[in-house]
């Protein structure tokens, strides 16, 4: 492949000052971002999914190869099918297949196979990784860091939906191959997280958790 063109950097230098402003503001902002399974059927335009989804799509990605895509789903005839498939892997997982370990792990959270969440939201966001590219004529091109990519990305989606005002939920069915199925993606995809997004609904509940202070979090040598 042929090296891009190289351009000057367009970058703002701030004062310390206005760093310092920034960066409280901006980690006082994420703090408040919670995940709630408890969603309103209030509509959200697709104009903001598409913000998130852009500012999504701003993620480095491996040899910039930019490994994901983004299905948006409004449509409910779909979304209850997906919730449907969901509840069924997931009935599956929490009465048999998942080990002890990992359901003593989730209990204090109290997750089950119910997920009233993918219909009840305006909005179900499905990231599909592409574990390989395919070009136009069917060729496999190897992709680099893509579960790193996708997982900085899916960050990026995170708090872009928080930003506006919205919550969102990353939602894991396991297994999720269903998705591709349902959603007619590629053979290179996969469908990696499912994301509900909308307005939390009046009487939403979270966990009373708190978040590891910096001290537990980082080292400084
Ligand atoms: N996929 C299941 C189980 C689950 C797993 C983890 I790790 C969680 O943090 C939460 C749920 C589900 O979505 O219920």
């Not at 971002?33 to 309103?40: K, V």
């Not at 966001?125 to 496999?140: I, T």
Request: net charge neutral; glycine share 4%.
């Amino acid at each position: 492949m042929k090296p891009y063109p190289f351009i000057p950097l367009r970058f703002v230098r701030r004062s310390l000052d206005e760093s310092r402003t920034r960066a409280k503001a901006f980690y006082d902002e994420m703090s408040r971002r919670r995940t709630t399974r408890h969603f309103a059927t209030d509509p959200v335009p697709r104009e903001l999914i598409e913000y998130a989804i852009r500012t999504a799509g701003t993620a480095p990605s491996g040899a910039h190869q930019q490994p994901w895509t983004f299905v948006a789903v409004s449509d409910l005839e779909l979304k209850r099918q997906i919730r449907e498939a969901a509840e069924r892997e997931e009935h599956d997982f929490y009465h048999g297949k998942a080990p002890r370990e990992w359901l003593e792990a989730l209990l204090p959270l109290g997750t089950d196979e119910h997920k009233p969440h993918l219909t009840d939201a305006p909005w179900v966001v499905v990231l599909f990784r592409h574990a390989y590219g395919l070009d136009a004529e069917g060729r496999k091109r190897t992709y680099y860091y893509t579960e790193e990519s996708c997982g900085i990305a899916a960050g990026l989606f995170i708090a872009a939906v928080h930003q506006m005002g919205l919550v969102t939920l990353t939602h894991t069915p396991n297994p999720m191959a269903f998705l591709r199925e349902l959603l007619g993606r590629p053979s290179n995809e996969r469908a990696m997280l499912v994301m509900p997004v909308g307005y939390p609904a009046a009487d939403a509940q979270v966990p009373d958790i708190a978040r590891k202070p910096l001290e537990e979090i980082a080292l400084w040598r």
